[in-house]
């Protein structure tokens, strides 16, 4: 089925009112429900109506310059600028996702069109390549990590252990001398927590990222896969980009349940750029994907060079800014911690509304980005 953008819609309805009798059927509210061209319901998809059912909610009206014929023909998703290769709108969407209108402070309702992928390589040198290169660093991140899956908590204040607890005694002596009835738990002791944690990466491969920024993420990417290598955590990697709501690509990189093997490290070693960075849809539904994972703790880490980003709309603007916001207060609310570790030396202007004021990085140097990414998680989940 043809799908219509907004500029299609109204070009068509402005072409039809050109050349004939041209009338729109409204509801109670005076939302648009049908067409009627020369006393006949003209055949539109139901995107065609929900979008200027939008656009008169939004503005009262559907703007004048927006009345403008989209193009000569018929539109076609294959025939966007960009690398050339086919678009997944061709098919079906493998869901849709809410978005977050800040300015109607509402959502709009199965508004991103999701598609599911998994990123193909074949190339099976790349990640042992790396693994060579920084030999002496990954040594010293295994070590860093295994050290965290041996650590013990001390529960101080107890009623009986192996160990004296100093504070507790030295607080018992005092209320003794003050005439105090002193405490009685003076001991302490080790316990072995079971880590349950699932974590879930978020990598940015829009367009912006070519080059040496594209390097650092695979770079960093193998060494934290590495490291982790060493704990027990259930953790996950997908990227992400996009061409408008319509087309919000997620690329399927690891999986929770897969094991780091040549099929994943083929993976890693063909994550290469595309096109924009919407954020909302990926973080909604990692999210989902989080939720589901039988852990206690979950963590959203994502890994992006620059602000929320789009092409042809005004999502680059402060309306992307809120839809990621919003999506990770969603995320928030339902248990999950994000952090974002990115390089726009200009981010702090955005990013401490986004993600609030201790949960963002910026990095003024990429060649630092494997190390950050490995410090950051271990921190995250001391």
Request: proline share 5%; hydrophobic share 35%.
């Amino acid at each position: 089925m043809l799908r219509l953008s907004v500029a299609d819609l109204v070009a068509t309805l402005r072409d039809e009112r050109d050349a004939r009798d041209l009338s729109l059927e409204v509801d109670s509210e005076g939302l648009p429900t049908r067409v009627i061209v020369d006393g006949q319901e003209l055949a539109l998809p139901p995107e065609g109506l929900a979008a200027a059912q939008s656009l008169i909610q939004d503005l009262g009206e559907i703007p004048p310059e927006l009345l403008v014929p989209a193009g000569p023909g018929d539109w076609r998703p294959n025939a966007r600028p960009g690398d050339g290769r086919g678009t997944t709108m061709e098919t079906r969407a493998d869901l849709l996702l809410d978005e977050w209108d800040y300015r109607r402070q509402a959502y709009r309702h199965g508004w991103c069109h999701v598609y599911l992928q998994t990123v193909g390589g074949t190339d099976t040198a790349y990640v042992p390549a790396v693994r060579a290169r920084y030999a002496p660093l990954v040594r010293q991140l295994r070590r860093r990590f295994e050290a965290m899956r041996g650590e013990d908590r001390i529960l101080r204040r107890q009623a009986d252990g192996p160990e004296v607890d100093m504070d507790a005694l030295v607080s018992a002596i005092a209320d003794r001398r003050g005439g105090a009835e002193p405490g009685t738990r003076l001991f302490c002791r080790r316990q072995r927590d079971e880590r349950s944690l699932a974590a879930a990466f978020l990598v940015d491969m829009s367009g912006s990222t070519e080059g040496w920024i594209n390097d650092a993420e695979r770079e960093a990417l193998v060494m934290l896969c590495e490291a982790l290598e060493m704990l027990d955590d259930r953790y996950a990697i997908w990227g992400f980009s996009g061409w408008t709501r319509t087309r919000c690509d997620l690329y399927r990189i690891k999986e929770f349940d897969e094991p780091y093997g040549t099929d994943v490290q083929a993976r890693i070693a063909a994550i290469k750029p595309r096109d924009y960075t919407r954020m909302g849809p990926p973080i909604r539904y990692l999210t989902r994907r989080l939720l589901a994972e039988p852990a206690k703790h979950r963590l959203l880490i994502s890994l992006s060079d620059g602000r929320p980003d789009d092409f042809g709309d005004d999502y680059r603007s402060q309306y992307g800014i809120e839809d990621t916001r919003q999506a990770l207060l969603e995320a928030r609310q339902a248990g999950v911690r994000s952090f974002c570790v990115t390089i726009d030396r200009n981010g702090a202007d955005y990013l401490k509304h986004m993600y609030g004021p201790a949960a963002f990085t910026v990095l003024d140097d990429v060649k630092k980005l494997p190390l950050r990414i490995a410090d950051i998680y271990r921190k995250l989940t001391f």
